[in-house]
Nanobody, 123 residues
Framework: QVQLVESGGGLVQAGGSLRLSCVASGFTGSNTFSKYLITWYRQAPGKQRVLVAR???????NYLYSVESRFTISRDNAKNMVYLRMNSLKPEEAAVYYC?????????????WGKGTRVTVSS
């Protein structure tokens, strides 16, 4: 069973930076970490979970429009790690940030979620 663990959240002042990490484990057979699409989401209290950034197996990336000039997603397949560097954080970006791994199989897509790491941004 694939497991994801996020870390790096915490309290930061508006305009500050954080780097979130997501470490993955539990891969079996030919489905190595490098084959997974990894996505960072965030969910603020009372709001829906929102896609923030994702990185494909080949390394291409997509971002939520409002963060693409400030956030950077990257991966280190040798370490089964994905990172989210967040600069110039805004109070409205306070949320729990989740990491999700997705892979396609003959039976459909499989998704695995971490439990999240909380980011608090003070104004």
């Amino acid at each position: 069973q694939v497991q994801l663990v996020e870390s790096g959240g915490g309290l930061v002042q508006a305009g500050g930076s954080l780097r979130l990490s997501c470490v993955a484990s539990g891969f079996t057979g030919s489905n190595t970490f490098s084959k997974y699409l990894i996505t960072w989401y965030r969910q603020a209290p009372g709001k829906q979970r929102v896609l923030v950034a994702r990185i494909f197996s080949g390394g291409s990336t997509n971002y939520l429009y409002s963060v693409e000039s400030r956030f950077t997603i990257s991966r280190d397949n040798a370490k089964n790690m994905v990172y989210l560097r967040m600069n110039s954080l805004k109070p409205e970006e306070a949320a729990v940030y989740y990491c999700k791994a997705r892979i396609g199989t003959p039976y459909g897509e499989e998704d695995y979620w971490g439990k999240g790491t909380r980011v608090t941004v003070s104004s």
